[in-house]
């Protein structure tokens, strides 16, 4: 039986870095206050310049935060999971949305809005610092990012399975499952690759046994390989 969403989202919100550093009376009063909504594949979650006054968590499902480029071409900058926060820039300093976050699937998210989270985070100084951590987590990933876009094809899917192996994997017997529903243009917006190439390089993958895809999922089958093909950069 599935649990009702209030139920499932408590333990998300005390197993989250920061939010989990808030005393349980004070998490009940925000959970209290929160909303729940579901969003539809390809629905927004918010719009690049809606105000930012709230948080998201994802309790199922799958998230992008995406910009359209001058090009008019897509750049995913982050593939969100579930149990983690979202749109905390935009809620900490107030101003507009930087990104749009959109649906990769059906999705079940907890509205936090600021007014209701800025002065616990206030008045418990631990949250705030790891807060301030999460922040400092997100800033490497824009590096490495930016990074990235200067290795050649190969190393830059290796890196890129890596880091989603390392945000959205879970391990198995059988190999890393990247739980991830994202299409391989969408892929390749995230590691800066056309279509093409993203499927080539999968192609290769598989076909020396590294990773495979198994119920619509890329499975990194053999990650000692893949780190490998990562850590042997090439610049393009």
């Known amino acids: 039986m599935t649990l009702p969403l209030q139920a499932r989202i408590r333990p998300l919100l005390k197993a989250n870095a920061f939010l989990g550093q808030l005393p349980d009376d004070v998490l009940d009063a925000i959970m209290q206050r929160g909303q729940a909504k579901t969003f539809t594949k390809g629905e927004l979650a918010f719009r690049r310049g809606d105000p930012g006054d709230r948080i998201m968590l994802l309790v199922s499902g799958g998230i992008k935060l995406a910009i359209i480029s001058a090009k008019a071409r897509e750049v995913v900058l982050h593939f969100v999971s579930a149990g983690e926060i979202f749109g905390e820039v935009g809620a900490l300093d107030g101003r507009p949305r930087t990104a749009s976050a959109i649906a990769l699937e059906d999705s079940e998210v ?92 999968l192609s290769e993958l598989k076909a020396l046994g590294i990773i495979r895809s198994d119920e619509g999922r890329i499975v990194i089958a053999d990650e000692r390989r893949l780190t490998e093909l990562a850590e042997a950069a090439s610049f393009e």
């Open 110 to 201: 907890f509205i936090i809005h600021s007014r209701d989270l800025l002065p616990a985070l206030m008045a418990y100084p631990q949250a705030m610092l790891e807060m301030a951590r999460m922040l400092c987590a997100w800033a490497r990933i824009r590096i490495s990012l930016f990074e990235g876009l200067t290795l050649d094809m190969r190393t830059r899917m290796a890196r890129g399975l890596l880091r989603l192996a390392e945000q959205l994997g879970r391990r198995r017997k059988d190999g890393i499952w990247l739980d991830l529903a994202a299409t391989q243009e969408e892929l390749g917006n995230y590691l800066g690759l056309a279509r093409a190439n993203v499927s080539r390089q």
